[in-house]
């Protein structure tokens, strides 16, 4: 088990539930260090004065913020000030669709453990609770003498923690909308279709990070000694004309990555407008698997 990297307790209404924050990712970057090129010893660095070029000890170095022009010096009883209440709670303000979270608000990923020996069952009770009303919850709660917004939800009777940016921190995406085009109905309907036929249930283990996996295979490649042999950079191929390519695509994918034949498989709303005639419930939320398997037992 990992250790934890916070403490503290889910509060809502009068319900408190113990729990034990954990990191939930585990980055497989590759980190490299700075080396002197003839001798091979790490380079290092100095925290230095910028006005008299000199080396300053940690002891005479402190936090400022420049406020109109002032530089505003900051010790620590001023971030204690600051500090808001619930040091140690996760406060949840709101439950909400989960789907009605842009992901672009997500930062990061924590899972909560038991805090506390004995609340085994307030806080399975929760992570229950939460996944049968399909619902998330909006939370506040202090990490690192910060006050952060938090979506807690569950998987598989696991709670999870996800750092939310605030509204205020995310930037408007309207400047980068392209606008007066026309899109024509046919270049529609067959970028739809290439969509639909290459349409998926979501696997992430399909997926492999293979600039990492190229990389390290270089590494081991020099650490035996022998040459590295690097690619030509393929020119860049003129742009086709767009109807062609979309024809090009929609024959290269086929009958698509579920299901190959002669007849055409139908798409996702066309299954869920089946769905809704049917009377299945839950319907939007279902993936196209889960959609062909209730159509099938209906």
Known sequence: MPRAIWKGSISFGLVNA???????????????HLVHRTDMAPIGYQKTCKRHKKPV???????????????????????????AEGYHAITVL?????????????????????????????????????????????????????????CLRSRD?????????????????KEHKPGGQRID????????DLIDRMAADFDIGRYRDRYRQQLMGVIRTKARGQK??????????????????????????GGGGRKSGSKK???????????????????SKMSRAELERALEAA
Do not use: W
């Not at 113990?18 to 490299?32: C, D, G, K, T």
């Open 57 to 83: 000890p940690d002891r005479e170095i402190a936090r400022a913020f420049d406020l109109k022009g002032k530089t505003v010096l900051l010790e620590d009883r001023d971030f204690e000030a600051a500090r």
């Open 265 to 283: 498989a139908p798409t996702l709303e066309q299954l869920r407008r089946r769905a809704a005639r049917a009377g299945i419930e839950g319907r």
């Open 185 to 192: 109905r046919r270049e529609l309907q067959m970028a739809r």
């Open 94 to 150: 709101d439950f909400v669709p989960l789907d009605q979270i842009d992901p672009i608000y997500f930062e990061r990923t924590f899972f909560l453990g038991l805090g506390d020996e004995g609340a085994e069952h307030v806080y399975a009770l929760l992570a229950k609770a939460l996944e049968q009303s399909e619902l998330a919850a909006i939370c506040s709660y202090i990490f690192h003498q910060r006050e952060h917004l938090g």
């Open 228 to 253: 590295i042999e690097v690619p030509e950079t393929p020119e860049a191929e003129t742009a086709p004309d767009l109807m062609e390519a979309l024809r090009a695509s929609l024959e290269g994918a």
């Open 18 to 32: 113990p729990v034990a924050m954990y990191a939930a990712i585990s980055e497989r970057n590759l980190h490299f």
């Open 157 to 173: 009777g696991v709670l999870l923690l996800e750092k939310l940016y605030f509204a205020d921190e995310v930037r408007s995406h």
